[in-house]
């Protein structure tokens, strides 16, 4: 073989090489961005979940969509289908910041007609900075140029994991997938011995006061009017659903200990006032609901819940329960929290009921 010859042939074999390497990822497509898995289960795991939901978000067949932080995850799509209407999938990020929810959005209303967004909304969030995602997101899996998609036909992870995983549940399917991709509920214990790390402090800690009419920090302004507006005003034929969620009074109690209980609760009053002005917007709240923030059986840490409560939450919307009208209602909420956050600082330990622990501010 001459030098010629084995040059020619060298550079056939790599030239043959890489197109099998495209054409395995392209055709298998563990993460479903061209097409979505009919012969195979793809791996949807919480570990994958900023690639697989480039996929779900192009190539399923939905009209609605889930979004938010962990809160969301233990929703199933097919109830939400049932209460509200149409075909939900879930777009959720796990600790995801509303610049994550936007990247979410940004792709589903590009490629769906939405008709809802379902939106676990966490106050806390809206500290981040509006164009900081969680982590880096593979964007190139998000947008529509091919030639970057490189990084996903060469990526050491996809090749040498995922795409074995495939083929080894090649000719099954789980058309459970959709409800319990993401899903946590049975995977941590609950109750009080998993949820209380620290001790009660009984020292009072400053909080800057409440004010009647708060306004938006900086912070919260920019996520509201680059990651929330945008949306609602280019869509009044969707609806947007935005709840927030019922996080045990142990994390109330945190964001004390912290000092920034109280602008927390006013950040919450000054979101509420901006989001009502828009017809299409509905909003709900849960985190006064003392059957379930005072009862640690329902919780594995500080905020998170069981997927029981995720059922009852789908529930209780659907049938319009807990509907915020006003202003005044998140002030109520916010005098409940702050009357119980006291009186757990006053009792010292998490009390067997906080009904016998008098109130410093009267009945609430």
């Known amino acids: 073989m001459t030098r010629a010859q084995w040059g020619k042939l060298t550079l056939a074999l790599i030239i043959g090489a890489l197109v099998l390497i495209v054409s395995s990822v392209a055709i298998i497509d563990p993460f479903e961005v061209y097409h979505k898995a009919t012969a195979f289960i793809p791996p949807i795991e919480s570990g994958t979940q900023s690639y697989s939901n480039a996929g779900i978000a192009k190539s399923y067949d939905y009209d609605s969509i889930i979004i938010g932080s962990s809160m969301t995850e233990n929703f199933r799509p097919s109830q939400l289908d049932s209460l509200l209407g149409g075909r939900f999938v879930k777009l959720c990020i796990n600790g995801g910041t509303p610049f994550n929810h936007k990247q979410m959005m940004d792709i589903a209303f590009g490629s769906h007609e939405i008709r809802r967004v379902f939106y676990g909304l966490d106050v806390g969030?809206?500290?981040?900075?509006?164009?900081?995602?969680?982590?880096?997101?593979?964007?190139?899996?998000?947008?529509?140029?091919?030639?970057?998609?490189?990084?996903?036909?060469?990526?050491?992870s996809v090749l040498a994991k995922y795409v074995p995983k495939c083929l080894m549940t090649l000719g099954q399917t789980d058309p459970g997938q959709r409800d319990s991709m993401y899903s946590w509920g049975e995977n941590f214990a609950y109750g009080a011995d998993a949820v209380l790390r620290e001790p009660i402090r009984t020292d009072e800690v400053a909080q800057r006061p409440l004010e009647e009419h708060p306004t938006l920090s900086q912070q919260s302004m920019l996520n509201i009017e680059h990651n929330f507006i945008p949306f609602i005003e280019a869509h009044p034929e969707t609806e947007f659903i935005f709840f927030f969620p019922p996080y045990s009074l142990m994390q109330w109690y945190?964001?004390?200990?912290?000092?920034?209980?109280?602008?927390?609760?006013?950040?919450?009053?000054?979101?509420?006032?901006?989001?009502?002005?828009?017809?299409?917007?509905?909003?709900?709240d849960f985190q006064d609901r003392l059957d379930w923030i005072l009862d640690l059986n329902h919780y594995v840490d500080y905020e998170h819940y069981g997927a029981h409560i995720n059922a009852e939450i789908a529930e209780l919307i659907a049938s319009d329960a807990h509907r915020v009208t006003g202003t005044e209602q998140i002030r109520a909420t916010a005098s409940v929290l702050i009357d119980h956050v006291d009186r757990l600082r006053r009792h010292g330990a998490w009390p067997a009921s906080f009904d016998s622990i008098p109130s410093t501010k009267g009945d609430t």
């Not at 982590?135 to 060469?154: I, R, S």
């Not at 602008?263 to 909003?283: C, G, I, P, T």
């Open 125 to 156: 969030a809206l500290s981040f900075f509006y164009t900081t995602p969680k982590a880096e997101m593979p964007t190139y899996l998000y947008d529509d140029n091919l030639f970057n998609d490189v990084q996903y036909w060469f990526n050491q």
């Open 254 to 284: 945190s964001f004390y200990t912290q000092g920034i209980l109280n602008d927390h609760l006013m950040q919450k009053q000054a979101v509420v006032e901006r989001l009502l002005a828009y017809d299409n917007v509905k909003l709900y």
